[in-house]
């Protein structure tokens, strides 16, 4: 079903949930408005898990400048992040937990220092030769 409304055109999908849009029907067909609306969680998904992985809290900006620098640099790590699971295959989740734990320690001991380095897992080696070759 069609609808316009003041603020633009309705549609309904299926099971009848409302849809809202400012693209005219001639514009853009309502299968292909309902359908691109409902791509939108590929759109939405790296966001959410994003911040969550990466354990990023909510800022708030008042001033454009820092609005603007903020949503410069989100959508530079979801670039970034892109294209570290185009080249693995991981999901950025994955990513950050296989490369988390591999850190190297150096230790000075009596005038000496040893550096200890971790094991690499089959998924780490797996993310470092994506990422160098």
Not at 31 to 51: C, I
Not at 54 to 64: D, T, V, W
Not at 91 to 104: A, E, G, H, V
């Amino acid at each position: 079903m069609i609808l316009t409304v003041p603020f633009g055109t309705a549609y309904t999908d299926h099971l009848t949930r409302p849809y809202v849009t400012n693209i005219p029907a001639q514009v853009m067909p309502p299968a292909e408005v309902l359908s691109n609306y409902h791509d939108l969680w590929h759109v939405e998904q790296p966001f959410r898990m994003s911040k969550t992985d990466l354990q990023a809290r909510p800022i708030f900006h008042r001033q454009r400048d820092a609005i603007e620098a903020h949503l410069t640099i989100v959508f530079t790590a979801l670039a970034i992040a892109r294209y570290l699971q185009h080249k693995t295959g991981f999901s950025i989740r994955k990513i950050i937990r296989t490369r988390r734990p591999l850190q190297d320690v150096t230790i000075s001991l009596a005038g000496l220092q040893i550096t200890a380095k971790p094991e690499l897992t089959d998924d780490a080696r797996h993310v470092l030769d994506a990422l160098t070759h």
